[in-house]
């Protein structure tokens, strides 16, 4: 009888102890992931918390464009990019009415992020890509694009046209 | 322990790898693995060496930053004597690996290779198949030419329709909302360190799994004991060897031949560039283009996600152990009538894109 009672309790210590060791090593386990991985996860993440911001672009004076075209405007300019300042390019589509009244389009589709290009004769954008279609006020007409053209916001200062860019 | 003593140490036991060697050399395996029907195995691990060895090769001359990134692909591909090989024998061969991994898929399916005890060895396949898309995704935009620059554009937008976590994903994936130099260097150090990493541990869980269960043998043979055996060394490692010399020697001088493409360098600002769908992803995009607007979830995460659930759970939902095909009908139907869906929209996806020209 005796003899059983000890061993069962033998038994008993060495699953405490070994309960113990696993919890113990468990433990260390987790405080040096921690350790480890808080410091290493902020360092890949925090370049992807940054959003991005608008930056308000000259695009020269506002009197060169010519009344009832659809006209592109490229721009460059330059942009941090982590640890480089890079040039940054890219295109919009400038609507000039009769009157005057402008309208600035983003020339990004909006399916798919492909460039979209302007069809003098059909009056139509184009995105090469899935053949989606804008008509000339940016309203998706065809294909796969649900959404219309994004209008950039944009002003006139000193005679210049000065669009604003996500950058 | 006398013997030891009185003779000298020979080269193996001094690297302490005789109980190693002498292990490999009585190695055995089933005969059965040198059949030729099922060499795509022995075929994906020598293109995943071939890829290995031509990468690693190739970020000698790579420079990863935006503009430099083109020209130093571009010279050493132009440059370097042997420099066209070495980047053709990397493209051609993930290419190839695409399409060899999808038959050893296939002839699992069809011979019920996922059967009893096997389920793991199904499931951890699946695992290896499903990273080699993320090499091509982070591949893809190292040259930046076009065709990378833009595809990418399009698969960004394609990642960041995923509901609730998409936009994140894809500011993870590229450090930020651009892509620039910190998205090249995350696409490069993915896909040199990261995911070969990956690809290596999830090859060794498939090994792993394959080791313990075996291989399922022919159709109608008996399993286990009763089967022929053939030395692991040198019928196995010779074969191995056969297709590692026929594979590097054919894709070499297909890449002699038809070099690798390399487009213009990458150009933001070029709104005529058209990127096409690869063959291998046609028919996902084809898919994002039947869902539009909100639906494109179900292009772009439900039905692909689906898809991988299904293949994933196939071990688990054909549960009878019946491996022979013309006894399984109703699995093989279903498993036919998927891929004749993917074939077709593929098809569709071909015409639009690779034979119409554009208006």
Known sequence: ?167 | MMETQNRSKTLLEWLALDTLVAWVRDLEVSSHGLSWSRFCGSLSLVLVVLLFISGAFMAFYYSPAPGAAYDSVDYAQFNIPFGDVVRGVHYYAWNLLLVVVGLHLLRAFFVGGYKPPREMVWISGVLVMLILPAFIITGDLLPWDQKGYWSTQVRNSIMSSVPVLGDFLVRMLQGGPRTGIVALTRFYVLHTIILPGLLLLFIAVHVHFLWYRGISGPLAGEEGDQQKKVPFVPNIVNRWLFLFLVVTVVLGLVSWYWPAPLGDPADPTDATYVPNPEWWVLSLNQLVAIFKGPLTVIATAIIPGGLVALIMALPFIDRSPERHPARRKKTILIGAVIGSILLALALMGYIEHHLTPLE
């Open chain 1, 1 to 167: 009888m005796t003899q059983n009672r000890d061993s069962i309790k033998a038994n008993n210590n060495k699953l405490y102890s070994s309960r113990r060791t696993f919890i113990k090593t468990a433990a260390l386990t987790g405080v040096a992931a921690l350790v480890t991985g808080v410091p290493l996860a902020s360092y890949v993440i925090a370049p992807s918390l940054n959003k991005g911001t608008g930056k308000w672009i000259d695009f020269g004076p506002v009197e060169d464009l010519n009344p009832g075209s659809m006209e592109m405007l490229s721009y460059e300019f330059m942009v941090k990019d982590g640890w480089l300042v890079l040039p940054q390019r890219g295109f919009v589509w400038a609507k000039t009415e009769a009157g005057g009244n402008l309208r600035i389009f983003s020339s990004t589709c909006t399916h798919l992020a492909c460039n979209v290009i302007w069809r003098e004769e059909e009056e139509v954008f184009v995105c090469p890509c899935h053949s989606g279609r804008f008509n000339g006020d940016g309203r998706n007409i065809a294909g796969p694009p649900t959404r219309p053209l994004t209008v950039l916001q944009h002003k006139v200062e000193e005679g210049n046209l000065m669009v604003f860019l996500t950058v």
